[in-house]
Structures are given as structure tokens and as C-alpha cells.
């Protein structure tokens, strides 16, 4: 604690209160990063989702690097890496792009960033649909998962 001797009131009160706010702040944190070590320690560095918003699908990539058996469903047959918009597990890579060439795989697209009219990158799908001019990929990427959403919706 500081010493608020030589402080007025209103002073010494915020001191007091900065001070109590950063203790609490940094329990919080402290949690926090508690869990999420807890979550690393668990799940690891090596784990891929699918990255359909609501599949839980997970795949091992150390198995896949390594050829080493992974745990029960978590193999890594079937899986497809999209460059735009991550991994697709075998039920999501077939109804999306079977054999990886099409009808609903992702690709960005670059512009000439100079050209402030029609520059930048785009996010278009093999179907035709693009997502308009893009500043950041992580938006993109979650245009295009709902493009994916509506498709397998229309699908089913």
C-alpha cells in the first residue's frame, strides 16, 4: 500500500481505491490465465476445430504430421485445410467441397491496395459469391461462414 499520509482525503481515497481496483484486476487475470493454462495443458497446442460455427469436430495434427494413431474421434482422415478460412471436418469438406475443388471453398482474392476505390482483398467463394472488399481477414473468414451456414441449410 502507498502511504496516503501527506495526501488530502479525496486524494488518499482515490489511492486507496486505484489501488484495491489493481488488486482485483490482477486476481481476475491471474484466474484467467490459470484457465487457460488448464485448457492448454488439456486440449494442447495440436488440436484443430472445424471451423463450421456449432460443429465440435476435433482432429489431432500431431497424428497427422507424425502418422502416429490418434485418440478416438479425433483422426485426422478426411479432414480439409482451407488457406481462407481453416479446417473443415469430413462431414462439413464434403457437403462444402468434396474433393477440394469445389462448389463452396474459400479463396482471397488481392487487389491493389492502392487503388482505394476497388483495392484490397476479397473473399470469394468457387460458387461465385464474394464477400466486398475486406480490411480485415477475421471478417471475411466469418462472412464466408455464414455463407457456408446458409448453404448447408439449403442442403439439408
Known amino acids: 500500500m502507498t502511504s496516503t499520509s501527506k495526501l488530502s482525503p479525496v486524494e488518499g481515497l482515490r489511492t486507496h481505491l486505484a489501488e484495491a481496483l489493481a488488486e ?12 487457460l493454462e488448464q485448457g492448454w495443458m488439456l486440449r494442447g497446442g495440436y488440436l484443430r476445430d ?20 490418434a485418440e478416438p474421434d479425433r483422426e485426422p482422415d478426411g479432414w480439409r485445410r482451407s488457406q ?4 473443415l471436418c469430413p462431414q462439413h469438406a464434403q457437403a462444402l467441397g468434396g474433393d477440394g475443388t469445389g462448389p463452396h471453398l474459400p479463396t482471397w482474392f488481392y487487389r491493389d491496395h492502392r487503388d482505394k476505390e476497388h483495392g484490397g482483398s476479397v473473399l470469394v467463394c468457387s460458387c461465385g459469391w464474394d464477400a466486398g472488399p475486406i480490411k480485415f481477414r477475421g471478417h471475411g473468414t466469418v462472412l464466408w461462414q455464414v455463407h457456408a451456414l446458409e448453404v448447408l441449410e439449403a442442403n439439408r
Open 84 to 87: 481462407a478460412a481453416g479446417y
Open 24 to 35: 482485483t484486476a490482477m486476481t481476475i487475470l491471474t484466474a484467467y490465465t490459470d484457465t
Open 50 to 69: 472445424c471451423t463450421i460455427p456449432g460443429c465440435h469436430a476435433t482432429f489431432d495434427l500431431r497424428a497427422a504430421w507424425t502418422g502416429q494413431a
